[in-house]
């Protein structure tokens, strides 16, 4: 049954995917109809799977030596992640009906998101590390395909290609990695990895840990990687919403929570994991005070949320972690969605051209609110639990100054998303923009997300009692919601960081807005447009491969001769290679 | 080495596979290229029967050559039939042209 069910939240988006493309795009309401129908299904299926959980394996299909057996392991992880993907993924589709109505290449759009939804289910539910390469692939392609969808403008592939270069970068991480643990297990299967992941020497051992950090980094937006992301927002805003929170980031999250016992003992991973999180969090919420484009500015805001995700899994709090990651792929999704609804209404992502349109959009203003007070972390709201869960696993299982550092991290969090908020929906209406009404469906998708932002924290317990039940190799401790509520009401340290935005509310109300339209100081302005000086090494990355392959472009000229002659070149090298090594 | 039976036909294999490798290097005529395709395939069936004769399952080699060489057949039909089509429609053979050509 739950391989029926793996089955069908895979090959239902896939199957859409073509479905969509031999609708063609003249008929864009069987195309939009069929994207959500299919969505909608793959969704459904997801659900029906939570009773299905457990660390068993769902399929195991031997296919020789070298690959291994294709396995697919429903555990709490992988289900929880399957169900963001889907869930939220078929609301960005729901959505996009609005949103991309009148788009030429729809048949594209579509067929692009749904291949993308279900290699991201693909992704968390395979069991074999060669499969999960395989998917974690499809996931970088489809989301440059994505990103440069609007592909006469130079700006979008720029981002689309920087995006695939820097995401191929912790690709060969992961395959490095994989190919490692291989070598040195005979095998591609996670468990393998996860339990006999002390008989292998210390040394590969730690090799391996790094390469997927490096992957982890590359896929969500890390520091020293934190770049690719803000240039992603040529996309569509309702792929932003996709690869922001149901998709391509998460991936990142979801290996490090995955191999986290295989590496817990490597020295120095766990610091290097938290040190990561810590400077991605902070650097890119000074980089969000400064921006003056809405969707660079919830860009900013993502790559900063991933960054506590990824200091919980770097405290030892991986629970904690895929709390907050569920939480922010609700929350992040709403924003995302209404920042698009004002988009579209208004016709430019400039906020500085934009204010009072609270009084214009206001469905859409209550909802964005909801996800801004979310995103703060402010009481009863989704944002508010997880975020706290983590600065507590911080404060118990980090040194004091990174958790003072994170503290501060909620606190321009707070700033940012309140200037965000300002310069929108309040104050003075500075541009005549004309105003459309959002659509039916857009409001659709945002209320059942507005919904998930105040109730999603109720399901801490069901989550964390899967968690600990399927995944052995972890050691997690199951809680109920209540006992968390309790923790943390009852905790010094809420008090703490609930105070300290607080006082950065304030600041704002007070001193901020008066400088929120202002120019920012020169020094802080050049600071974010270098990334704090990670920009250029970025762009080296992606500039250099561009150059490379533009400089082996003369060997793909199509001619036979040439390609017999490369095979015949291989041939010679793999004897050579063979008869080197003595075999 | 010395000339035995099996060494001889491991020549052959060798030799077959050489010529073949190097028309497919250096030919552009379309028709050429069908013909040192089939000497490579020849030299693959070749093959395939002196593997079968090494691992003592010679009834395995034999049948796989004789699906080899069915399949192989096809190929030079339909390459060649293809040859026929492109000399009416390009009036040349010539596989580099016939590339630029387009349309």
Known sequence: MALILIALIIGLPWLGALTVLAAGNKNPKWQHGLAVGFSLASGLMALFLIPFTSSRVAL??????SFGSLSFVPDGLAVSLTIIATVIGSLAVIFSVDYMRGEAQLGRYYFLVLFFI????????????????????????????????????????????????ITQVGGVGLLVGSLLAYANLGSFQISDLL?????????????????FLIAASAKSAQFPFH???????????????????????????????????????????????????????????????TATDLKRTLAYSTVSQLGYMVYAIGAGGVLASQ??????????????LSAGAVIHSVGTRDMTRMGALGRKLPYVRNVFVIGALA??????????????????????????????????????????????????????????????????????????????????????????????????????????????????????ATWLALSLIAVSLALFWFVGRGFALKESPIWLRELSESSFGFEPVNTFISRGISGLAEQLRFTQNGQMNWNILGIVGALLFVLAVLLWSGV | MSLTPLNIVL?????????????????????????????????????????????????????????????????????????????????????????????
């Open chain 1, 227 to 289: 770049t690719w992301l803000p240039d992603a927002m040529e996309a569509p805003t309702p792929i932003s919403a996709l690869i922001h929170a149901a998709t391509m980031v998460n991936a990142g999250i979801y290996l490090l929570a995955r191999f986290f016992p295989a590496f817990e003992s490597v020295p120095g991973w766990m610091e290097m994991v938290m040190l990561a999180g810590i400077v991605s969090a902070l650097i890119t919420a000074f980089m969000a005070l």
């Open chain 1, 60 to 65: 195991d299909l031997w296919l020789g030596p």
């Open chain 1, 375 to 492: 995103l703060i972390g402010l009481p009863v709201f989704n944002g508010f639990w997880s975020k706290e869960l983590i600065l507590e696993v911080g404060l118990e299982h980090s040194p004091r100054w990174a958790y003072g550092l994170m503290l501060l991290g909620a606190a321009l969090t707070a700033f940012y998303t309140f200037r965000m908020t300002w310069l929108v929906f309040y104050g003075s209406s500075r541009a005549d923009l004309h105003v459309h009404p959002a659509g039916l469906w857009m409001k659709i998708a945002l209320g059942v997300l507005a919904i998930g932002t105040f109730t999603t924290w109720l399901l801490f317990g069901g989550l964390s009692g899967t968690l600990a039940q399927s995944l052995p190799t972890h050691h997690l401790e199951a809680e109920s919601t209540i006992h968390m509520v309790e923790m943390i009401l009852l905790a010094p």
């Open chain 1, 118 to 165: 279900g290699a991201m289910a693909g992704l968390v539910l395979s069991g074999n590390l060669l499969f999960t390469f395989f998917f974690w692939e499809i996931t970088a392609l489809c989301s440059y395909g994505l990103i440069s969808f609007y592909n006469d403008d130079p700006k979008a592939v720029a981002g689309g290609i920087k995006a695939l270069i």
């Open chain 1, 323 to 336: 709390f907050h990651l569920l939480s922010h792929a609700v929350f992040k999704a709403l924003l995302f």
């Open chain 1, 195 to 211: 339990s006999k992941a002390n008989t292998m020497p210390a040394d590969v051992l730690s090799i391996i840990a790094f390469c």
């Open chain 2, 11 to 103: 020549f052959g294999i060798v030799a077959l596979f050489g010529v073949g490798f190097y028309g497919l290097l250096i030919t552009r005529n379309l028709i050429k290229f069908v013909m040192v395709l089939q000497i490579l395939i020849k030299g693959v069936v070749l093959a395939l029967v002196f593997a079968g004769k090494l691992s003592g399952n010679l009834g395995l080699g034999q049948s796989t050559a004789a699906t080899v060489i069915v399949a192989d057949t096809i190929v030079a039909v339909v390459g060649l039939a293809l040859a026929v089509q492109v000399r009416r429609r390009f009036g040349t053979l010539d596989v580099p042209k016939i590339s630029t050509l387009r349309g």
